[in-house]
């Protein structure tokens, strides 16, 4: 008789009402991809990440000076740098440097763009860097680089929130 009693028995325990089950594995979901979305828009705004985008005008910056040097060694040309407030411009002598008269120093003569590897899509030209969030001043308003990668003149570069830029005269270097 035992044994009938346990037939009878349903094999489930009664389900739980559903307001006491807690969320749903899809409602999660849902819920921590909102999260995700709106952390990726909101985020940057509340934190300061416009720091990130100094910092890459900064680079774009260096890069563009070394580029002008490492362009003039490599095409044996006299290239010019151009610095205003919110952007650098390079342009090159079309010309060896044999029949350049008057190459160094002044202003810059040459008319030729020196177009980037990489133009930036901020600025007009394929020959400048355009800065956004920082202020450019630079002690030699334009100086140029020989054949050899030297300058004409050691040239101080300010950058607004950062360490100046130094292109020294005998070198060529930009650090």
Do not use: W
Not at 6 to 31: D, N, S, W, Y
Not at 66 to 71: F, M, P, V
Request: proline letters at 7%; aromatic letters at 6%.
């Amino acid at each position: 008789m035992a044994t009938t009693a346990r037939l009878a028995q349903p094999k489930h325990a009664p389900l739980q009402t559903r307001a006491a089950a807690g969320f749903t594995l899809t409602e999660m979901v849902v819920i921590m991809v909102i999260i995700g979305v709106l952390a990726v828009f909101m985020l940057p705004k509340l934190t300061g990440i416009g720091v990130v985008q100094q910092r890459a005008d900064y680079d774009k910056v260096t890069f563009a000076l070394q580029y002008a040097r490492k362009g003039a060694i490599a095409r044996r040309r006299y290239v010019c740098v151009a610095v205003s407030a919110s952007a650098v411009t390079l342009t090159i002598d079309p010309n060896p440097p044999e029949s350049t008269a008057t190459p160094f120093g002044g202003t810059c003569p040459f008319a030729t763009a020196l177009p980037l590897p990489a133009p930036d899509s901020a600025c007009s030209g394929t020959n400048q860097t355009c800065v956004k969030t920082i202020t450019l001043s630079s002690s030699a308003g334009t100086f140029q680089f020989d054949p050899l990668g030297r300058a004409s003149t050691a040239a101080t570069i300010t950058v607004s929130g950062f360490p100046s830029m130094k292109v020294e005269s005998e070198t060529g270097l930009v650090h």
